[in-house]
């Protein structure tokens, strides 16, 4: 435990890098409203600052143990050193700019109906067939790990079922108004549950179909940030509700405070996962193999009989080789996490750069988008908020291999509908 100077000092410190990022985000609020960067910088700020509080509520109510003083302070220092470069970078003037490229001045509503429908299709289908190979797992389950056991058939179709919901964002951006709008949050919702229920207790989808409702009002200016901020204290309520359901956890007194405190910290900040890295010796860098082998899991065993079952990326060597722990669930490096493994502090610096032009193609493309009045654009940047996410909490390699999957969903979904509608055109002409 943290003697009275540490905290002191440790709060302090925490207490000004918090400001310092604080105030950069508020500029650019106040400067473009909402944007991608907008959107990592909350992510981040959620991920490596939200659980301090929560870290020394753990402590001192209940004598949980925490990585040393220095160790703390190491962390906040290169969480912060990591988001000013990649501000800086971010912010920088030296990309080259986008040319001019003609497209459409409106994608064909037809065009984007079918793409629509191809992805709902492919969402829906996976799922039934998970359901009729599996029934409802949050009935039938006794441990969320069980999940990933070999009593679930077809764990691999889970991957598609995320297409409802940017099937369900084309829907809005065809003609986007407030009734649409609501219907998206409806119809999203609706799939979320169905989706807790099928697969036993995960909550993303149903978290993502209410994020991206709450955003879509932001940068259509539905919303206001104070709405915002309040849908975000609920967020966090339901998100524990649904993590005490999944874990079949009772509300008892004392401990429903203790599990209040550790759930919200695991799920919205796992900083202190960073600070365990930090605070390992002789970690063993595997440099970018992580990015190549989170792409082992989308391969059949049809097509590599000897795909190892495995897969040791950034995630599961903090799960198995740091935290030492078998259970089957991988836990959460962090973004800054994943790249000290794939190569120390020289790979953070490397991610950084990484990570500004990630987001500063987003949002090129985004206002490129607009620009154009795409729906299908609009739809498919505001999908990748997800994999925005998971670059954030679960770190590069799983982002990698997450936006390579869902682009090409979307590329052969939208390759299936120019095809369909330059079809019916020649059959129209004939």
Known sequence: MLELPELILLTLLYILLLSAVLYLLQQDVKQQGFSFHLLFSLVYLSVFYLGFPLSMGLMYGFHISLPPFAVLC??????????????????????????PVKLEKNTPH?????????????????MGIFYGLNGLLLFKLTAYN????????????????YFCLPALLIFYFIQPSKGRWWQFLCLGVAFGVFSYLVIGGTRANLALAVALFVLIGIAQGYLSWRVFGGFALLGVFAMFLLAMWRYGLAFNDEQTLFRFLHLTRD????????????????????????????????????????????????ANYFTWEIKHYYAGLAISP??????????????ILMGAIGSALVVKGFDGLYRWAKGHESAVLKAYCFSH???LTVLVREGFDAFVSRFVFLTIGWGVAYGLAKGIVKWKKLSFEK
């Open 74 to 99: 190491q962390t906040l220092l290169t969480a912060t050193g990591f988001y000013l470069l990649y501000y800086w970078l971010y912010q920088g003037k030296f990309y080259p700019r986008l040319l």
């Open 110 to 126: 037809f065009s984007a109906k079918v793409t629509m429908w191809i992805l709902l299709a492919i969402s829906l289908g996976a």
């Open 146 to 161: 069980q999940i990933f056991s070999a009593q679930v058939s077809a764990v691999a179709l889970k991957r598609f079922f």
């Open 267 to 314: 799920t919205f900040s796992p900083w202190e996962n960073l600070a365990t890295i930090l605070n390992t010796k002789n970690i063993e860098y595997q440099g970018l193999m992580p990015i190549i082998r989170d792409f082992y899991v989308y391969i059949p065993k049809a097509l590599w009989a000897e795909r190892p079952d495995l897969v040791l990326n950034t």
């Open 334 to 347: 962090t973004l800054i996490g994943s790249f000290y493994i794939m190569g120390g502090y020289p790979m």
């Open 385 to 387: 908020i997800f994999t």
